[in-house]
């Protein structure tokens, strides 16, 4: 009796008018930045965080992760996907600056890895490449 009566009622919510859709967003005012904008480009500024074991380490940690595959162990574009027929990949850059640079956008059809690395990890994998190519004392 009571499943009949639960049937009943929910057969009776099948004529409610579907509800309105919403507005369209309203684009940002003009000159707006996202929250913690300022911060994350102070972060990624020159000359960056005090370069240590530890940074050297994550350095390590992520350019195993995310570089090697195309650039391989040693920087020198020696990787397993050239191996495999992909074209040459030309050497890292020793100068951090260059790697930030190349690590944020798409430089010569090189993957972004902005969306995939904080600030602190992206200066960990330049100064960690910095070392891997004699760039550094």
Same mark, same amino acid.
């Given at each position: 009796?009571?499943?009949?009566? #639960? ?6 919510? *099948? ?6 859709? %919403? ?10 930045? !996202? #929250?913690?904008? &300022? ?7 020159? /000359?960056?965080?005090?370069? *240590? ?11 195993? $992760? ?11 574009? *020696? ?8 074209? !040459? $990949? /030309? %050497?890292?850059?020793? *100068? ?6 190349? $690590? ?5 059809? &090189? ?5 995939? #690395? ?5 200066? &960990? ?11 550094? %004392?």
């Amino acid at each position: 009796m009571k499943r009949l009566l #639960l049937l009943l009622l929910l057969a009776g919510c *099948d004529g409610w008018p579907e509800s309105p859709k %919403p507005p369209p967003p309203v684009p940002p005012p003009e000159g707006a930045v !996202p #929250l913690g904008a &300022a911060a994350r480009q102070a972060a990624l500024a020159p /000359p960056g965080p005090v370069v *240590d074991a530890a940074l050297l380490a994550q350095g390590q940690e992520r350019y195993a $992760i995310y570089c090697t595959p195309c650039h391989g162990p040693r920087g020198m574009g *020696d990787s397993v996907v050239v191996s495999r027929g992909h074209p !040459p $990949i /030309p %050497p890292l850059p020793a *100068d951090p600056a260059r790697s930030m640079e190349v $690590i944020a956008g798409n430089h010569l059809g &090189a993957h972004p890895m902005s969306d995939r #690395l904080d600030p602190r990890q992206r200066w &960990a994998v330049a100064r960690y490449v910095e070392r891997l190519m004699g760039g550094a %004392p």
